[in-house]
């Protein structure tokens, strides 16, 4: 079964660091470009960050110079370190790759 797996949401205070980790099984994901979205409450789903095959990296403008989003193929994983978290990152992050879904991760930052 593919699948993916994420880990290492919680709580933290504003200015505090988390580093989510996505866990894929069932395949190999090393082609494949992953992605990072998140989901606010009472809000539709928007993209975070994804990185290529070849580690090329993209952004959304509220988390640059942020979150860091990393590969490890060797352990077919991803990442996501986010620092100096704000209130406005609380949300559900999610890992994507070609038409698959985890179950989500709750982030909360509280003020």
């Known amino acids: 079964q593919v699948q993916l797996v994420e880990s290492g949401g919680g709580l933290v205070q504003a200015g505090g660091s988390l580093r989510l980790s996505c866990a894929a099984s069932?395949?190999?994901?090393?082609?494949?470009?992953m992605y990072w979205y998140r989901q606010a409450p009472g809000k539709e789903r928007e993209l975070v960050a994804f990185?290529?095959?070849?580690?090329?990296?993209y952004y959304a403008n509220s988390v640059k110079g942020r979150f860091t989003i990393s590969r490890d193929n060797a352990k077919n994983t991803v990442y996501l370190q986010m620092n100096s978290l704000k209130t406005e990152d609380t949300a559900v992050y999610y890992c994507?790759?070609?038409?698959?879904w985890g179950q989500g991760t709750q982030v909360t930052v509280s003020s």
């Open positions: 069932g395949r190999a994901f090393s082609t494949d470009t």
């Open positions: 994507y790759a070609r038409t698959i």
């Open positions: 990185i290529t095959s070849a580690s090329s990296t």
